[in-house]
Every structure is written in structure tokens, then in C-alpha cells.
């Protein structure tokens, strides 16, 4: 079994910055992703990286503010949230697993934390 524990979620003023995190049981044939959830809305996909090619992937909506990033020796995966706004308020969720098709596609993972809120004001 694979457990996975996301930190780093709070409250910041639009315009700020957080960095989430996310630990656990990793392997170099693993995709490991991040998604986002709000009331009532399906599972976003934000952002994603290949274990062990290091290929990053991200959602047209956060490029140029969100980066994705491992470190393997820590067996964590961060997210990076630059530039924040009201409209990235959400419940934030990492994820892993043997991915087939598209890396930003929540069906196509196996694992999942218990997610972390990030909510940005005015």
C-alpha cells in the first residue's frame, strides 16, 4: 500500500505564494501528479511529473505560476504556487500511481493523500 501526506496548505492574499508538499512511497516507473477540487466541480488536474524521466506536465490555467518538483531522496514531490488568485481556492490533492494515458487525468491514478485547503483572498 502506498500512503501519501500532503502539507503546506493555508490562507494568503491574492498575489502570494505557498508551496505544497507531498511525501511517501515512491518508484522510478511511478507518475506522480497534483489536483485541486472545489464544491460541486470534477478533480483538476494541475500539474504532473514522471518519476524517472523528470517530464513535467501542468493544467493551461496555472502555467508560468505552478511548478512542479522532486526530490528523490526525500521521496517527496512539491508544488509551487506562485501569483495566487481567488480562483485558485480548492482543496489540493496529490496522487500516484502506473500511468497509461494523460498525466493530468484523475482516473488514471492509483493513489491519492487526503488532501490539503488552499484559500486565497479578496
Known amino acids: 500500500q502506498v500512503q501519501l501526506v500532503e502539507s503546506g496548505g493555508g490562507s494568503v492574499q491574492a498575489g502570494g505564494s505557498l508551496r505544497l508538499s507531498c511525501t511517501g512511497r515512491?518508484?522510478?516507473?511511478?507518475?506522480n501528479g497534483w489536483f485541486r477540487q472545489t464544491p460541486g466541480n470534477e478533480r483538476e488536474g494541475v500539474a504532473a511529473?514522471?518519476?524517472?524521466?523528470?517530464?513535467?506536465y501542468y493544467a493551461e490555467s496555472v502555467k508560468g505560476r505552478f511548478t512542479i518538483s522532486q526530490d528523490l531522496a526525500k521521496n517527496t514531490v512539491y508544488l509551487q504556487l506562485n501569483s495566487l488568485t481567488p480562483e485558485d481556492t480548492a482543496m489540493y490533492y496529490c496522487?500516484?500511481?502506473?500511468?497509461?494515458?494523460?498525466?493530468?487525468?484523475?482516473?488514471?491514478?492509483?493513489?491519492w493523500g487526503q488532501g490539503t485547503q488552499v484559500t486565497v483572498s479578496s
Open positions: 515512491n518508484y522510478t516507473y511511478f507518475t
Open positions: 511529473i514522471y518519476t524517472g524521466r523528470g517530464a513535467t
Open positions: 496522487a500516484a500511481g502506473v500511468i497509461a494515458g494523460s498525466p493530468l487525468h484523475r482516473n488514471e491514478y492509483k493513489y
